[in-house]
């Protein structure tokens, strides 16, 4: 029987695949552009082409594919075949270094925000040779970044890479600075926890809005929800272990290191999260991951639930960032040490967070919005809309020792004592969590709770890295000018604690209070939607901060502004019109039903015997009556404001309309019909309920 050890990275062309299968020569080429961004030779890229054929022949496959990630939020890929004609009427397996580091999808039909006219087809990816190639199926992916013929990033590989590149290049100057001149390069890190639901595909089938959404549009609270606290870390149900079961093994053969699953808070929520690695390979791999979770799902007679909250009343599904930066040899530049205090280098890295996400407090909201995520932010299982960061008390006490110049004497360590003998004994953390932070200190990363389960991690990650590489420049301007680096360094950080000090707070995020000291008293941004915040990507301060690291042009964000608030506008319209449908022909329908059915019983009833009481079937049939007649006014109130939106004059006059008009509107419907369903004979009503729905997997 084979052991994960055996079959782990099984269909992966990585490290282990290359040595084995490259000249030393190649391989060392090959390794100096991994690592070092040196230049690909043709030459080695011919070379690497062949054995990677080879390879994949051997693992059965017959395609290769340029695998990149579009502006759609999902990934794409063509699939070209390895045959080429031979001289006697056969085939021949061909793959070549063109081949491999160049294709040409259509670039006309991917979301561009206006960089390409239809007519202009032509678009390239390129061969990331960071991210290793892997198999899929019969089809052999190639990672790649995805440019437009006039050299324009249309995906979202290229600025993250470029992010990336812009952070290296900071840190290693304030690394030299502090005496470091071993280290080549420095690297973020990510582990995505990824949350979901897993729902039986009946019911998904049963439901146009789960089918056409990801989420449900109606639903009136079942008897049983989360309230027992009953289903978190709860034992895991035999047809959902079989499917982490055999969705591990899939990501194992696909070198993704899925670590921990548990049940989440909500019924029928899971979560899946993976040891954390490189930036760039874990956005592929969180890519990979989502798409595997549906496949797999299927084979179990599952649907796997990616939305940010597909079921109104219950926990939503985020995807926490655990983010962190790294030297090639190991260091963790966010690891405090025994003496947080007397490490003025992690204290110069910490402060560039801090400065980073103050400063850029709009950028990380705008890396996280979506229609779905809208609905999630804020509500008790996730972050509010106001960014703020938590550090905890030991680090907190630290900041303030050294704004305030007084002596920190260091956190004192407390053995927990749990009364009885034979438990071990351990020290307590100097600081607990804070799960209601939208940006948190875990130890020697940062946890950025607020993106949504169905994100791409690039877009957070490249706001991230790009903030933190801005604040490491004018740090690494300053000291690198200063006569005294000691002293310079030493205001450098008691200046940032004070400007920067409301960005910090450890209390409770979800209180209604801090949200109005976060506005009022501190001055901090509440974005409540994506409506809100997205035309600020293009406020005069980001646009230079983004350009200046060349993570974007200025074309490049003015399209990416008008793809997410496109897609923002299309996601509610869609919603809009499902809604529509389904009231007028199956909710509405059906409570008509049961009104005229429950009058014909009362009037057979009275036929009967004059003097039986009716007063009951008489208020039901009168509050079904009137269900029905305030559901048909509400779905005209909705068709009227979808008509209205025709009227906006761009995207974002559309899109402010849809967050005060439409989205409202919706609400009206879904309250009507939410009623109605309490009221109406479940053999009536359409649609699985909730309580259906949610504890359908047993």
């Known amino acids: 029987m084979k052991t994960v050890t055996d079959y782990f990275g099984s269909m992966v062309f990585d490290d282990r695949v290359m040595k084995a299968n490259l000249s030393a020569k190649v391989y060392a080429s090959l390794k100096k552009t991994i690592d070092e961004g040196a230049q690909l030779d043709i030459g080695v890229a011919n070379a690497v082409a062949d054995a990677m054929k080879d390879w994949a022949l051997s693992k059965g496959a017959t395609h290769f594919t340029h695998w990149f990630q579009p502006l759609t939020g999902i990934t794409a890929e063509k699939h070209d075949s390895f045959i080429s004609p031979s001289p006697d009427g056969g085939v021949i397996m061909e793959f070549s270094g063109k081949e491999l580091i160049k294709g040409e999808p259509d670039a006309s039909s991917f979301p561009s925000g206006g960089l390409r006219a239809t007519f202009e087809a032509r678009g390239y990816t390129a061969w990331d040779p960071t991210s290793y190639a892997f198999i899929k199926g019969k089809t052999l992916c190639i990672p790649t970044a995805f440019c437009s013929y006039g050299g324009h990033a249309l995906d979202k590989k290229t600025p993250l890479l470029r992010s990336m ?83 591990n093994e899939e990501l194992w053969k696909l070198g993704i290191m899925a670590k921990t699953e548990h049940n989440e808070v909500a019924p029928a929520q899971h979560e899946l999260a993976p040891i954390y690695t490189t930036t760039n390979v874990a956005t592929d791999h969180n890519q990979l991951t989502m798409e595997i979770m549906q496949k797999v799902a299927a084979k179990h007679g599952l649907v796997c639930l990616l939305h940010e909250k597909p079921f109104a009343g219950v ?108 438990l071990p004994k351990f020290n307590r953390d100097t600081t607990d969590r804070n799960r209601t932070s939208p940006f948190a200190f875990t130890g020697n990363k940062f946890e950025f709770r607020m993106l949504g389960s169905s994100n791409s991690i690039a877009c957070a990650n490249i706001m991230l890295n790009s903030a933190v590489a801005e604040s490491l420049k004018i740090y690494a301007d300053r000291l690198e000018k200063a006569d005294d680096f000691e002293s310079t360094l030493h205001e450098m950080i008691k200046k940032t604690i004070k400007d920067h000090r409301r960005i910090i707070f450890n209390g409770n995020g979800y209180d209604d209070s801090w949200i109005k000291e976060a506005t009022e008293v501190r001055g901090l941004l509440n974005y409540r939607t994506t409506a809100d915040c997205m035309p600020h990507l293009l406020d005069n301060k980001n646009v230079e901060m983004l350009t200046s690291h060349k993570v974007f042009t200025v074309e490049e964000l003015r399209s990416r502004c008008e793809i997410m608030l496109e897609n923002y506008c299309k996601t509610v319209t869609i919603e809009a019109h499902t809604m529509i449908d389904m009231a007028k022909t199956q909710i509405a329908p059906a409570v008509r039903r049961f009104a005229a059915d429950t009058a014909k019983d009362v009037s057979a009833k009275l036929a009967l015997d004059a003097s039986l009481p009716c007063g009951y079937e008489k208020k039901l049939v009168a509050r079904l009556s009137a269900l029905a007649e305030s559901i048909a006014e509400k779905v005209e109130a909705l068709e009227g404001a979808m008509i209205s939106l025709h009227d906006a004059d761009d995207v974002i006059a559309e899109s402010a309309q849809i967050r005060d008009v439409v989205l409202p509107k919706m609400c009206e419907l879904r309250v009507a019909c939410d009623e109605a369903e309490t009221i109406t004979a479940k053999s009536y009503w359409p649609f699985p309920t909730y309580g259906d729905i949610l504890f359908s997997v047993r």
């Open 165 to 247: 590149e812009a952070l290296n290049k900071q840190a290693l100057r304030i690394l030299r600075l502090f005496g470091n001149d071993t280290a080549k390069c420095v690297r973020s890190s990510v582990g995505p926890e990824q949350e979901y639901f897993l729902i039986t595909k009946e019911m998904y089938d049963a439901r146009p809005d789960l089918r056409y959404t990801g989420r449900t549009l109606f639903g009136a609270k079942p008897s049983k929800g989360q309230e027992m606290d009953d289903h978190y870390f709860g034992v895991i149900k035999p047809r959902v272990a079989a499917y982490m079961e055999e969705l």
């Open 315 to 422: 926990n939503g599904s985020g995807k926490h960032n655990n983010w962190s930066i790294s030297t090639d040899n190991g260091q963790n530049l966010l690891s405090p040490g025994d003496t947080p205090y007397e490490n003025a280098q992690f204290l110069l890295f910490l402060c560039a967070v801090i400065k980073a996400v103050d400063d850029y407090q709009d950028l990380l909201r705008i890396s996280v919005a979506t229609a779905g995520n809208d609905h999630r932010l804020g509500a008790n299982e996730a972050p509010p809309a106001v960014v703020s960061m938590f550090l905890g008390d030991e680090l907190n006490a630290v900041l303030e020792a050294i704004e305030n110049d007084t002596p920190y004497h260091g956190a004192e360590k407390t053995q927990m004592k749990l009364g009885v003998d034979v």
